[in-house]
């Protein structure tokens, strides 16, 4: 597949064009989730509630929820897609239409990664973690994915006191580009996380996400790279997840704002998260849906195209129960803000003083079940009249 445009997402619009594209653009909601949370996960505090399943059961729930609207997969690589069991995948692909649209590099899990992977300062490890990403970006491009998504999981530190931190970031920023400059054309996802495992991780918000992506699309060397950023593409681009962010205590709709005005933004990952506290990865919409409905407001207006990737743990229900619950709250979510009034909010976020308060008590009515219970609110354009 050539690679996705991402371009469309910086266009910059008027007031007026924005109201225009808001009323014509709609989000297709094009549903993936990670293979990784349909077994249970080792926990540290529990046995796990349910059995573990090998790839084949795995993919027969994925395979099942197909006509609910599931229709790629996200893996890693070697521990959920590997050599052993691609002739498996590959099959699963062909007979059900459902895409596999990333392949993840495990660089965060095995003993060697202790002290981090492209960060590393131990050379062995680190040529490690480089080798790894290459043979995931290999196999990304030999099955026709979207992008790479790279998680610094392990990259990071507890203790602060004497690191180089410019250094440690310089390895991670030309390890990531070695891999990406020996498989040419592959688009990288990054996905940030401020903490967990670490008490610290490289990159963990979105702003430094973005410098990461700069960083390494600086040090790219190979041709066929550097045409296709010569073209205005963008290669180290960023999903950002809903917890990931909030854990780092960043708005949604503000956050995902930023890979979007770059036309960086090529993937999202979703789920349920309070601020601050532990990863929870909790069902779409479960908490705080209202954060819900502005982040999809915000990738509606920038005229976001990619998938939207459910990245949860159901510790406590059935996995397919879960997705379906997730994927109902987002198209509930979808609903609600394509009927709403997109000329009157654009009037009252361009025109604050005048309509002071005006959104707030429309946005409530919105969301109410029988809003003419309510007082009548007036139209935008009769506040202060």
Known sequence: MP?????????????????????????????????????????????????????????????????YGLSALEAHYPNEINENNLDVWKSFLNDTGIRLITIVPLLFWDEEFEWGSLSNPLDEPREQAIDRAIKTLALNKELDTDFAVVWPGIDGFENPFGIDFARMRDRFAEGLAEAMDAVPGVRVAFEPKPYEPRGRILYGTTAEGLLLADDVEHRLVNPVNKALLDEGHTLCCMNPEVGHVLMGYEDLAYAFSWPLSRGRLAHSHWNSQPLGNYDQDQNVGLISPEQTEALMYTLKMYGYEGYFGIDINPERMPVDTALKISMDAMRAANDRINGLDHESIMHAVNHPDETRGWLEGYLLRARANDPEKLHAWPAVWEIGK
Request: charged content about 20%.
């Open 3 to 67: 690679l996705l445009n991402l371009r469309r997402q910086a266009v910059r619009r008027s007031p007026e064009e924005m109201v225009a594209h808001l009323n014509t653009f709609q989000l297709n909601l094009k549903f993936s989730a990670g293979i990784w949370f349909f077994s249970p996960p080792t926990s540290r505090f529990h046995d796990k509630y349910a059995n573990e399943l090998d790839i084949c059961p795995r993919l027969d729930i994925a395979a099942s929820l197909q006509n």
